[in-house]
């Protein structure tokens, strides 16, 4: 936090934070005032996370491509005008939902853009990476605990449109510290390489593509995580979002369902805590050992635990969330060559994200086949599972902390099973 530049991207990543953390409390109470119910809420938050998983792999390329913070204010600015579209939508009245999916899509769109620069400017920033990635993280988890009540707070002295106002606000925040970001220059051996003129950009593109693709599938450790964590998202994490929510109100009240949130998020700024103080030497085996506590999380609202044994399992499953977090985007940003860091980023974030609505959609299926309960505590048995599919994978257990910004990529075999110590 001394550093300049540091405290810049800080700023810019917890106040943009804390603007998406209000938008979902805007959006459903928007729509819901306007006469439409939760399937259209559904719907709206679909078209966006679809447009978001749709693009992010193009967002890499440009990330890598071009300059990585041109590309993250240029999204930053197109967010500010679909945030304000949407508040005019909403201040008018005139509220149509096809234009609300719309206008979620193309705020999709920019933030699949945003995304994958993150990954790269952190290490150009950072002399601790793992420090870094902490700390962002922290910061972020907070404003998980405070954007609900912030949009809470405004929607009932404005209105859902007043939320999308400020919500357009945090994005001009974080475009004018991107701004006002100095960025030190790419040594020649991490620029991307010129493409030659022949073939057009077209075919340049596709073998940007092509290549972060071959960055991404060469390294055993990053694939084999994509791989569990995809079956994570459809059997645990997807089901049980929505499963828990409907379980929780039903049985314990809405204010309940608030509380045992506010913990999570209250877990998830310990787990960044955590993570700026542990430095394992491999990190990876720590984060997965961490997330044999996601678990606990779907099942206790599964085995019907009293409202203080939930609230303790999410503050259990946030703290496992927020350092495997950390020790996953550190491994990522300093085992991938930097000139390849956005697009490998933009693939792992595709394959992760992707299965998260497929989870979700079975979430009503599964619970009316074989009951929520039943569902919610197979979720927790499936999570457990695949913390031990990534503890067995040799390539993910065993792939040694790689200290400092910058390293030789030729120190480091591709498998995780190299020389970087």
Same mark, same amino acid.
């Not at 938050?45 to 913070?69: E, K, P, Q, Y």
């Given at each position: 936090m001394r550093s300049r530049e540091f405290g810049l991207f800080f700023v810019a990543r917890a106040i943009a934070r804390l603007g998406d953390m209000m938008a979902p409390v805007a959006l459903a109470a928007g729509l819901i005032m306007h006469?439409?119910?939760?399937?259209?809420?559904?719907?709206?938050?679909?078209?966006?996370?679809?447009?978001?998983?749709?693009?992010?792999?193009?967002?890499?390329?440009?990330?890598?491509?071009?300059?990585? %913070?041109?590309?993250?204010?240029?999204a930053d600015?197109?967010?500010?005008?679909?945030?304000?579209? #949407?508040?005019?939508?909403f201040l008018s009245g005139g509220v149509v939902l096809w234009q609300v999916c719309a206008l979620s899509?193309?705020?999709?769109?920019?933030?699949? #853009?945003?995304?994958?620069?993150?990954?790269?400017?952190?290490? $150009?920033?950072?002399?601790?990476?793992?420090?870094?990635?902490?700390?962002? %993280?922290?910061?972020?988890?907070? #404003?998980?605990?405070?954007?609900?009540?912030?949009?809470?707070?405004?929607?009932?002295?404005?209105?859902?449109?007043?939320?999308?106002?400020?919500?357009?606000?945090?994005?001009?925040?974080?475009?004018?510290?991107?701004?006002?970001? %100095?960025?030190?220059?790419?040594?020649a051996d991490d620029a991307p390489p010129a493409r030659l003129?022949?073939?057009? %950009?077209?075919r340049a593109f596709r073998a940007d593509l092509a290549e972060g693709w071959r960055e991404f599938s060469s390294r055993t450790w990053m694939w084999a995580v994509i791989a569990v964590w995809m079956v994570f998202m459809i059997g645990s994490w997807g089901p049980t979002v929505p499963l828990l929510a409907a379980e929780v109100v039903k049985e314990y009240g809405a204010g309940a369902y608030g509380l045992v949130n506010s913990v999570m998020g209250a877990g998830m700024v310990v787990g960044g805590l955590v993570a700026m103080r542990l430095r394992p030497a491999h990190p990876l085996r720590a984060g997965s050992v961490a997330m044999l506590g996601f678990g606990a999380q779907p099942a206790a609202v599964g085995l019907a635990l009293p409202v203080p044994a939930i609230a303790g399992a999410m503050a259990v499953s946030g703290a496992a969330l927020a350092f495997w977090g950390v020790m996953w985007a550190t491994s990522v940003q300093t085992q991938v060559p930097p000139a390849a860091l956005s697009r490998v980023n933009a693939y792992e974030i595709a394959g992760s994200v992707a299965m998260l609505p497929v989870g979700n959609a079975l979430a009503g299926p599964a619970s009316g086949a074989f009951g929520a309960h039943e569902v919610l505590v197979f979720n927790g048995v499936l999570a457990l599972l695949a913390a031990g599919a990534l503890l067995s994978v040799p390539?993910? $257990?065993?792939?040694?902390?790689?200290?400092g910004v910058r390293r030789d990529p030729r120190m480091t075999d591709r498998s995780g099973e190299g020389k970087t110590g």
């Open positions: 006469g439409y119910g939760a399937g259209a809420v559904g719907l709206a938050m679909a078209s966006m996370t679809a447009c978001f998983a749709g693009f992010v792999i193009f967002g890499g390329v440009f990330a890598d491509r071009f300059n990585a %913070r041109a590309v993250m204010i240029g600015v197109a967010r500010i005008g679909t945030q304000l579209a #949407m508040a005019g939508l899509a193309l705020n999709g769109i920019a933030a699949a #853009m945003f995304q994958p620069g993150v990954a790269g400017v952190i290490p $150009r920033i950072a002399d601790d990476v793992q420090g870094a990635n902490a700390s962002i %993280r922290t910061a972020e988890s907070a #404003m998980t605990l405070a954007g609900p009540a912030a949009a809470g707070a405004l929607v009932g002295l404005t209105s859902p449109g007043g939320v999308y106002a400020a919500h357009a606000g945090t994005y001009a925040v974080s475009a004018l510290c991107l701004a006002l970001l %100095r960025l030190p220059p790419r040594p003129a022949r073939g057009g %950009r077209g390539a993910i $257990r065993n792939l040694r902390r790689a200290d």
